[in-house]
């Protein structure tokens, strides 16, 4: 994934985003590089331009806890980055994992089942789709039906996502900004690696987004549809991690009570009413299925 140095390719984007004048760094004219300089960052940080300099470079890779705290606060990152930036750390220094698909458990399938008015799905840290109750699979059958599984790939290389989501760039900032949160140790990992290679190939929108580094996980956001049936829908989605899967995430939309939204999903619950109950929906890609 990426040049094989995330901890550095993560620090220069960082860098080259970070506003000089938020950093307390005097207007010296017109700069030939965007941002912070290197030398800026390393005094912002109490560290060498050199040692920094290799940091980046990916020749130095076993930063202190305390370099990675004073990194995160010179850079302006928020606590979500700043976590990311730390296991980037440890990544670095050793602590790796491949990512492994654990099937979706029984009890969690029986429990979406049963949520007639809330589309639900299950994702791993890639993004793929693993299950949905009947109302998930509905609200993404332009995804599903065509047997596409990964949110990521359908947004960036299926014309018809742009259909599904009118804030259609809103959306792939948002699911980029996701994978990363969600990937950030996964090193070497076949699925992952396929994933972002395929993409960096095939989506010149998904090279630009891929190389600003944004994290940002899955909570809390609303999303606007274009349903090919029912229409227009504003749902609110909330992620929960599944403790008995920690690679897993329980993704569950709902919409305002009372607004047309509610009745468009109210609508499209009768269509999914014919679907078979909450079952697996992901087929593992080649490479994708190592465990950990």
């Given amino acids: 994934?990426?040049?094989?140095?995330?901890?550095?390719?993560?620090?220069?984007?960082?860098?080259?985003?970070?506003?000089?004048?938020?950093?307390?760094?005097?207007?010296?004219?017109?700069?030939?590089?965007?941002?912070?300089?290197?030398?800026?960052?390393?005094?912002l940080s109490g560290v060498s331009t050199d040692y920094y300099a290799r940091l980046e470079q990916g020749r130095e890779k076993h930063p202190s806890a305390q370099v990675v705290h004073s990194l995160a606060r010179a850079l302006g990152l928020d606590p979500e980055e700043t976590a990311h930036l730390r296991q980037l750390a440890r990544t670095a220094r050793g602590t790796v994992r491949r990512g492994g698909r654990v099937p979706v458990g029984p009890s969690l399938l029986r429990l979406m089942d049963g949520w007639h008015r809330t589309p639900a799905l299950v994702l791993d840290r890639r993004l793929d789709v693993l299950a949905g109750n009947r109302l998930g699979r509905a609200l993404f059958a332009t995804m599903l039906d065509r047997d596409e599984t990964n949110l990521v790939r359908f947004t960036f290389l299926d014309p018809d996502a742009r259909d599904l989501y009118p804030h259609w760039e809103r959306v792939a900032r948002s699911g980029l900004a996701a994978l990363r949160a969600g990937s950030g140790d996964l090193v070497n990992d076949p699925g992952l690696t396929e994933l972002v290679g395929e993409l960096s190939l095939k989506s010149p929108e998904f090279r630009a987004l891929w190389a600003r580094h944004d994290v940002r996980g899955k909570g809390h956001e609303a999303k606007s549809f274009h349903h090919h049936e029912v229409g227009e829908l504003t749902l609110t989605y909330d992620s929960f991690t599944v403790d008995s899967a920690p690679d897993q995430q329980l993704v569950v939309y709902q919409a305002e009570p009372g607004s047309a939204s509610e009745q468009a999903l109210a609508l499209l619950a009768t269509v999914a009413a014919d679907l078979p109950a909450s079952d697996l929906v992901a087929v593992p890609r080649v490479g994708a299925t190592d465990p950990a």
Avoid at 4 to 26: C, Y
């Fill in 1 to 43: 994934m990426d040049s094989g140095n995330p901890l550095g390719e993560f620090l220069r984007a960082r860098r080259e985003m970070t506003d000089p004048s938020r950093a307390g760094q005097p207007w010296s004219g017109r700069r030939r590089t965007p941002g912070l300089r290197r030398e800026e960052i390393a005094q």
